[in-house]
């Protein structure tokens, strides 16, 4: 009798919990059609429904408050020299033509250019260093405008790498993996907060080409990899068309195109609904994207606009597009309307013979520009918002590569230390961070390693590199493989 009582009671006291009256069921409703309201406004996609919304409500929620919306990478491929730029080591002068201490170098695996030299001698830089700002960083002759701009700056002296080789090395630093088919730093950005502006892709990449010796740069660089097609970088080319196939073949208007999306977005909707392929809809989002980006892109490119005092700080080459000055400028012009990651390439750093003259060049080539964009943006109130980054995929030996000539010698790869800046977005400025030995070998404190530089990256951006994964084959892969410490040192 008691147990039938029990029961009988909380069977009452659970429809009591399921009851409410009128006042209690509108006040709830209310609130949840202004959280609806407030998401729809906040969140323009969130209610489209199936995986699309799901999407939206992901992104739009880093895992933490950014310091930073956006990111302009500024990528020196082939290897800048940091003993001819951000490394001063006087000692390499003193030492001029003497062998490298074999205590020094500790067995350190070589390339095959120089693993069969006799000797290594060493040679110190053909250029003069000085401090500069408020930080007292050193800074070669060959920058005096990123000299100007030190105490914005952050200058990793401690960066190494695991590749020795450009293709892996340049892979390593752009996809987390020396391997190719692997997503992009800037598809994971993409994937992790998606896009400020739905008329532009959030992923652009620009390519210019310096005056000294060049490695290959491949579009595996910029892959998508695993994850959804809408994620790989877009390309902007020099010229007339900056996007190649944008726009629509002769004897095809607007009218038309827009038709025939249409009926193809219809077509695409049949297929998806048979087959369930998410990439049937990556390719509907973007044609969409490209239908749009009609209009977009000759506007963000024109640059016949900017005012006169912005193409002096810049340079003349600025005006003309497909330069090192024209790309930084366009980047600056694409990140001001919220594309979320501008990537730029520029080739010529790999100075295994004629360094002082060839990398005099490449120098005169990128230090203006650099510099102006982080002018520019600071001017302009959004370098507080934009993480800024220079750098190339590793470094130069502090040894002579071939003939010993102090006005023509060469260096070869070295991935054990190695100079990047940064600027903006959440890093202190004004700061030179982590320290190379008397011979610039070796780190002596604060090792920055690559993994490390992109778990850092994505910190700035409000996302944690061990949650930002994507189930590829049975794995959870992430840009900072299963590796990679935040790097607290140079947070602001």
């Keep these: 009798m008691e147990a039938k009582n029990k029961s009988s009671m909380e069977k009452e006291i659970g429809n009591a919990k399921l009851f409410q009256n009128r006042r209690q069921f509108l006040s709830t409703l209310s609130v949840g059609i202004g959280s609806a309201a407030l998401g729809s406004l906040l969140i323009p996609k969130l209610f489209t429904g199936g995986q699309q919304g799901q999407e939206a409500l992901a992104k739009a929620i880093p895992h933490f408050a950014p310091k930073a919306k956006r990111v302009i990478y500024l990528f020196q491929s082939g290897g800048v020299s940091q003993l001819e730029s951000f490394d001063y080591k006087p000692k390499l002068r003193e030492m001029m033509g003497q062998d490298l201490p074999a205590s020094i170098q500790g067995g350190q695996r070589l390339t095959g250019m120089t693993s069969g030299q006799a000797s290594f001698p060493l040679v110190g830089s ?104 809408v ?13 190649l196939y944008l726009n629509n ?21 049949m297929q998806f609904e048979v087959f369930g392929d998410q990439e049937i809809t990556a390719k ?27 193409v002096k700080m810049y340079g003349p080459e600025c005006l003309v597009p497909g330069t090192y000055a024209a790309n930084c400028l366009l980047a600056r012009k694409l990140s001001e309307n919220g594309v979320r990651f501008v990537q730029l390439y520029h080739q010529g750093w790999d100075q295994h013979g004629a360094l002082p ?59 054990r230390s190695f100079s990047v800046w940064m600027a903006g977005g959440g890093v202190k400025p004004g700061l030179v961070y982590g320290e190379t030995d008397e011979f610039g070998y070796n780190i002596a404190k604060d090792p920055v390693h690559v993994h490390d530089f992109h778990a850092t990256i994505l910190h700035l951006l409000g996302l944690d590199h061990e949650k930002l994964t994507y189930q590829h084959l049975g794995r959870r892969y992430r840009l900072t493989d299963v590796a990679g410490n935040v790097v607290k040192g140079i947070l602001a």
């Excluded at 044609?287 to 005012?307: F, G, I, L, N, W």
């Design 284 to 310: 509907v989002q973007q044609y969409e994207m490209a239908y749009r980006m009609q209009t977009s892109v000759p506007e963000v490119t024109d640059v016949s606009k900017e005012p006169d005092h912005i």
């Design 357 to 415: 003259g060839q990398m005099a060049l490449q120098a005169k080539d990128v230090d203006q520009a650099s510099a102006a964009l982080v002018t520019d943006l600071k001017q302009r109130g959004l370098l507080d918002e934009t993480l800024v980054m220079w750098g190339g995929e590793f470094g130069r030996t502090n040894y002579c590569q071939g003939h010993m000539s102090f006005d023509n010698y060469g260096r070869d790869h070295h991935p």
């Design 231 to 243: 994620h790989q970088g877009v390309q902007f080319m020099g010229g007339p068309n900056p996007v």
């Design 126 to 229: 053909y250029y003069d260093f000085a401090q500069y700002g408020q930080s007292r960083a050193w800074v070669s002759d060959l920058f005096p405008h990123t000299a100007k701009i030190v105490d914005d700056l952050c200058i990793i002296r401690s960066m190494h790498t695991d590749a020795i080789n450009h293709d892996p090395a340049i892979t390593f630093f752009q996809t987390g993996a020396q391997q190719g088919n692997r997503p992009s730093m800037g598809a994971w950005l993409s994937y992790g907060l998606g896009s400020e502006n739905e008329n532009l892709p959030a992923f652009c990449v620009l390519i210019s080409k310096g005056k000294g010796d060049s490695q290959g740069i491949y579009s595996k660089l910029w892959t998508n990899g695993f994850l959804d097609s």
């Design 249 to 269: 073949p002769e004897g095809t208007d607007k009218v038309s195109r827009r038709n025939l999306l249409d009926k193809l977005g219809e077509l695409n909707a």
